[in-house]
């Protein structure tokens, strides 16, 4: 915002239209627990987003909900907020939700990541899918397996499969990195939901992760994914 201060008024405008609709994700959420300007981030986001996807474990695709709320992924904690927010307007109760709340990966997703690194390096990609997935597994005469993703629901499906693109990005010396999760989660909501357009960091744009996660899935989903935010102004104008 500080080095782009105008970036704001021409995404407002552009959104603005009754055929554009903002989806704030779950990864969205991440990243604004950590932000700084949390409170002017927070008048942007209730000038211009229309819904939100909560966190969802698994099923077919992301529910759609009006209530920000909805993003938090405790249940007891959205009580909570639902208490203490009911007489506040939207921009207070974002505020409210990004102060309070707090979230990290866990040391279990750091030594996880570490984990599935190795076993990618050493037993590839399929391999690794077929472990992820090995409830589902199904073999023909006992000699080779195979795996049905019909018989998986898609959440869980294209959510390991983002991160298994993202294990074969990293070279050896990579360290996993706690802000992949965000990334990776507005990934996959992104790819099952009604999002068409996404703006995303350069690095994932070329690597080319969503479309090697829709290519891997074979998903005909048809989603354009941008880098650079005057393209992606101008082709939603």
């Not at 603005?16 to 704030?24: E, H, R, Y």
């Not at 996807?53 to 759609?64: D, H, K, T």
């Not at 997703?109 to 390096?121: C, H, V």
Request: hydrophobic letters at 35%.
């Amino acid at each position: 915002m500080k080095k782009h201060p105008q970036r704001f008024k021409r995404f407002y405008e552009s959104v603005s239209s009754a055929d554009v609709k903002v989806i704030l994700s779950f990864g969205n959420f991440i990243d604004m627990v950590k932000a700084d300007e949390q409170d002017i981030l927070s008048k942007m986001i209730a000038g211009t987003a229309d819904y939100c996807l909560p966190a969802m474990s698994e099923g077919e695709e992301y529910e759609i909900s009006g209530d920000p709320i909805a993003l938090v992924p405790d249940e007891d904690y959205q009580r909570y907020l639902t208490r203490v927010t009911r007489h506040m307007d939207v921009v207070e109760t974002l505020q409210a939700i990004f102060r309070d709340s707090d979230w990290n990966a866990g040391e279990e997703y750091f030594e996880g990541m570490e984990a599935f690194k190795e076993l990618y390096e050493e037993f590839g990609h399929n391999n690794l899918k077929g472990h992820a997935f090995r409830e589902y597994l199904q073999t023909n005469d006992g000699e080779m397996y195979s795996l049905n993703p019909n018989e998986v629901d898609s959440i869980s499906y294209v959510r390991v499969e983002a991160y298994l693109q993202r294990l074969g990005m990293m070279d050896s010396k990579e360290n996993p990195k706690e802000n992949d999760i965000a990334d990776l989660e507005i990934c996959t909501q992104a790819i099952l939901s009604d999002c068409n357009m996404l703006l995303m960091e350069a690095k994932w744009v070329n690597e080319r992760l969503v479309e090697r996660v829709l290519e891997e899935v074979e998903s005909d989903k048809q989603l354009s994914v941008y880098k650079d935010f005057d393209k992606f102004l101008s082709d939603l104008t």
